[in-house]
Nanobody, 124 residues
Framework: QVKLVESGGGSVQAGESLTLSCVAS????????MGWFRQAPGKEREFVAS????????YYADSVLGRFAISRDNAKNTVYLQMNSLKFEDTGAYYC?????????????????WGQGTQVTVSS
């Protein structure tokens, strides 16, 4: 059974940085691609970034490319999202999920339970 726990969210001002963490419980963590998604108030959930099972490949939404960096530590069953130069538009609840690869996860995240997520609020 999969359990994903996000943390690290908070309230920051535009231009500042924040790092999110997601601790996964599945035994297959080291073979799964991992990704971050977010949902802003009044909007649908959207893909943010993904990383391959070995951390060698990454994929980013155009809106965060160059500002965000996704990484993972398989020894700790943890995936991170380093967010730099935050904008007001980055505000939302952030969730992690897993998938088969960095591209298919965009439309086919495999954990149907999105959990609580972690809130990121950026003021301008």
């Amino acid at each position: 059974q999969v359990k994903l726990v996000e943390s690290g969210g908070g309230s920051v001002q535009a231009g500042e940085s924040l790092t999110l963490s997601c601790v996964a419980s599945q035994r297959t963590f080291s073979t799964d691609a991992m990704g971050w998604f977010r949902q802003a108030p009044g909007k649908e959930r959207e893909f943010v970034a993904s990383v391959s099972w070995n951390g060698k490949s990454t994929y980013y939404a155009d809106s965060v490319l160059g500002r965000f960096a996704i990484s993972r530590d398989n020894a700790k069953n943890t995936v991170y999202l380093q967010m730099n130069s935050l904008k007001f538009e980055d505000t939302g609840a952030y969730y992690c999920n897993f998938g088969l690869d960095t591209r298919s996860i965009v439309l086919n995240p495999l954990d149907r339970d999105w959990g609580q997520g972690t809130q990121v609020t950026v003021s301008s």
